[in-house]
């Protein structure tokens, strides 16, 4: 079956950079829908970004746009987010997810096919 494994979290000042990646493995993956999602402490899980298959479309929540920035690279099946002028509120546990088939849900929407285990990024003022 299709497991998804995060990389690249970690402690950071506010200000800094990480860039989290997300690679699938699976004979048949596919990722057609994928997308980045946060958890903090107390808090509900949260869309971060998404993208589809081409890499043309992406979206981003309103708290991250213009700072973080979701790209893919299919033949190593693998979705990067890159995190610029990171904020302490930006910390929290931060998962991957994917679609291995074209469901017309939009990356926002939480029910994904597969779940990453999550890594975690600390932002310190």
């Known amino acids: 079956q299709v497991q998804l494994v995060e990389s690249g979290g970690g402690l950071v000042q506010a200000g800094g950079s990480l860039r989290l990646s997300c690679a699938a493995s699976?004979?048949?993956?596919?990722?057609?829908?994928m997308g980045w999602f946060r958890q903090a402490p107390g808090k509900e899980r949260e869309f971060v970004a998404g993208?589809?298959?081409?890499?043309?479309?992406?979206y981003y929540a309103d708290s991250v746009k213009g700072r973080f920035t979701i790209s893919r690279d299919n033949a190593k099946k693998t979705m990067y987010l890159q995190m610029n002028n990171l904020k302490p509120e930006d910390t929290a546990v931060y998962y991957c997810?994917?679609?291995?088939?074209?469901?017309?849900?939009?990356?926002?929407?939480?029910?994904?096919?597969?779940w990453g285990q999550g890594t975690q990024v600390t932002v310190s003022s």
């Open positions: 997810a994917a679609d291995h088939r074209v469901r017309f849900l939009m990356v926002e929407s939480p029910d994904y096919d597969y």
């Open positions: 699976g004979r048949t993956f596919v990722g057609y829908r």
């Open positions: 993208v589809r298959w081409s890499g043309d479309s992406t």
